[in-house]
C-alpha cells in the first residue's frame, strides 16, 4: 500500500509565504506525476499544479507566477512554494501521485487527506 502525507499548512496572512510538502511512502516502484489540488467550501476541487517525472509542469493561470512545484525523487517529496498568497487561495490543499507499486507493478493513482492554508488577517 502506498501513503500520501501532507504537511505544512495554517494561517498566513494575505501577502505571506507558506510552502506545504507531500511525501508518499510504502511499497513505491516508481511516481510518475505529482499534482497539488485544491478545494474550498462549496467549490470543485482544482488542479493547482502538477509535475511530471521529467520535470514538465502544469499550472493554475490563478496561481501563475505566485506558486512553484518542485520534487525531491530521492524523497518521493512534492513541493508547493506558495508566495503572494490571497485570502482567494483558501482550501484544503490535497497531494496525488500516479505511482506504481504492489506485486503487480500497476500504475495506480493515491490521495493524500489535505492540508488546510487559510489566508486571512
Known amino acids: 500500500q502506498v501513503h500520501l502525507v501532507e504537511s505544512g499548512g495554517g494561517l498566513v496572512q494575505p501577502g505571506g509565504s507558506l510552502r506545504v510538502s507531500c511525501a508518499a511512502s510504502?511499497?513505491?516502484?516508481?511516481?510518475?506525476?505529482m499534482s497539488w489540488y485544491r478545494q474550498a467550501p462549496g467549490n470543485q476541487r482544482e488542479l493547482v499544479e502538477q509535475?511530471?517525472?521529467?520535470?514538465?509542469?502544469v499550472y493554475s493561470d490563478s496561481v501563475k507566477g505566485r506558486f512553484t512545484i518542485s520534487r525531491d525523487n530521492a524523497k518521493n517529496t512534492v513541493y508547493l512554494q506558495m508566495d503572494s498568497l490571497k485570502p482567494e487561495d483558501t482550501a484544503v490543499y490535497l497531494c496525488g501521485a500516479t505511482v506504481r507499486s504492489g506485486p503487480d507493478s500497476r500504475w495506480r493513482d493515491y490521495w493524500g487527506q489535505g492540508t488546510q492554508v487559510t489566508v486571512s488577517s
Open positions: 509535475i511530471f517525472s521529467s520535470a514538465t509542469t
Open positions: 510504502g511499497r513505491i516502484l516508481g511516481i510518475d506525476d
